[in-house]
């Protein structure tokens, strides 16, 4: 299985929408991350887990899960490369491959050494743009493979017909 370790506010501080939100409110940059990763997993099939610094959100360490996304909170003394590097280091074995995503070169020489592959965060961005290209275009041919009457009907009358088709009165 593929495992990528996401740097949260490293790639949050590339991406340029991410960036705006960010200028608004940490929070919701935050939250986009996480669901755009969720995407990623669901479309990939790997495994993702983000680690955001604690040094931008005091507090105790925290995990949780969001949209099937692991998301963890560092403590407070700890940074988020030095938990990408321990989880690097753990999750490492014969079956798994360990990705990063992260621009920080200090970082990624240290994951190299880990075995872990990396990916820039421009990378990512550029791989997510696909995935969500390919998923609109699924959707669209999905869409367009629907049934649909070759006779023109009003709106009132296709819900007619759906209530019908429903078994509703």
């Not at 070169?105 to 965060?121: D, N, P, Y």
């Not at 009457?149 to 009003?154: A, D, M, T």
Request: zero cysteines.
């Amino acid at each position: 299985m593929d495992i990528l370790l996401v740097d949260g506010y490293n790639i949050i501080g590339d991406w340029s929408e991410l960036k705006e939100l960010k200028k608004e409110k940490l929070a919701d940059a935050r939250d986009r991350l996480v669901e755009q990763m969720a995407e990623y997993q669901s479309y990939k099939g790997w495994r993702v887990i983000i680690v955001f610094d604690a040094h931008l959100v005091p507090g105790i360490e925290a995990k949780n899960k969001r949209h099937d996304i692991e998301v963890i909170y560092t403590k407070e003394s700890e940074t988020a490369d030095e938990r990408i590097e321990k989880l690097a280091t753990s999750l490492s074995n014969r079956r798994d491959q360990i990705h990063v995503a992260t621009s920080d070169m200090t970082e990624q020489r240290v994951i190299f050494g880990k075995g872990a592959l990396r990916i820039s965060a421009r990378e990512l961005k550029i791989e997510m743009d696909e995935i969500q290209q390919n998923i609109s275009k699924k959707v669209k041919e999905i869409q367009e493979q629907r049934a649909f009457s070759k006779i023109s009907l009003s709106d009132e009358v296709t819900e007619v017909f759906e209530k019908w088709r429903r078994g509703q009165k």
